[in-house]
């Protein structure tokens, strides 16, 4: 069972534009990461947030975790071509260190 | 830079089959994680082990499926018998240990087909 929903699925955009990607959850998470995956490897990890309402930028991305940490969003600016692939929210919780995957988002940026 | 490596790649086998896969985690990282990746959606999780024991198997279909890692160290995934609907990706990730916000590593993963 996928407790954290990503929304869009699929996204479909031209370079040089912005998206969000958006991973919701009714559960609280002690902590968020993003994960992407390109076709035929494993998630790589872009970032961990654990404080609500914290904001982490990494090059033309930025990352928001929900101030109640049940939600979490990724902003793409200026998209390229290598942004392509699958993205990936993962909440944690407690000391095991298990991960929740979301149902994940495919994007695609064309030229 | 220290990988998670995983063999085969890629398997085709055929329905009632038994197949294997391999898991070689990073060195030192004493939680090993076994995942089932559908096309397109998030990894689900089917075992996670610390050192040599299993921490949580509870989506881990026991009838067919069966995981260990007798030194600690790499692990093997087994289904038997495969059937048509256990074609996935499956995943191995590892981590230095059990605790919070710790980055999982992914190795690339075995693609699964059953005919």
């Known amino acids: 069972t996928q407790l954290l929903e990503q929304s869009p699925q699929f996204l479909s955009i031209q370079e040089g534009e912005n998206l969000t990607v958006y991973c919701n959850s009714s559960?609280?998470?002690?902590?968020l990461q993003w994960y992407r995956q390109e076709p035929g490897e494993g998630p790589v990890l872009l970032v961990t947030v654990v404080t609500g309402g914290e904001v982490k930028k990494l090059k033309r991305l930025t990352f928001q975790f929900g101030d109640a940490r049940k939600d979490s969003s990724l902003h793409i600016t200026a998209a390229q071509t290598g942004d392509t692939g699958l993205y990936l929210c993962?909440?944690?919780?407690?000391?095991?260190?298990?991960?929740?995957f979301g149902t994940g988002t495919q994007l695609k940026v064309e030229l | 830079e220290a990988e998670v490596a995983q063999s085969p790649r890629y398997k085709i086998t055929e329905k009632s089959q038994a197949v294997a896969f391999w898991c070689d985690p990073i060195s030192g990282h004493a939680t090993l994680y076994w995942y089932r990746q559908i096309l397109g959606q998030g990894p689900e999780l089917l075992v996670q082990?610390?050192?040599?024991?299993?921490?949580?198997d509870s989506q881990l279909p026991k009838d067919r499926f069966s995981a260990e890692r007798l030194k600690g160290v790499d692990s093997t995934l087994k289904i038997q018998p495969a059937e048509l609907g256990d074609s996935a990706m499956y995943l191995c990730a590892s981590t230095p240990g059990l605790g919070t916000a710790h980055t999982q590593y992914f190795g690339p993963g075995t693609r699964l087909t059953v005919l």
């Open positions: 559960s609280v998470f002690s902590s």
């Open positions: 993962a909440g944690g919780r407690g000391g095991g260190n298990k991960l929740t």
């Open positions: 082990f610390q050192d040599e024991s299993v921490v949580d």
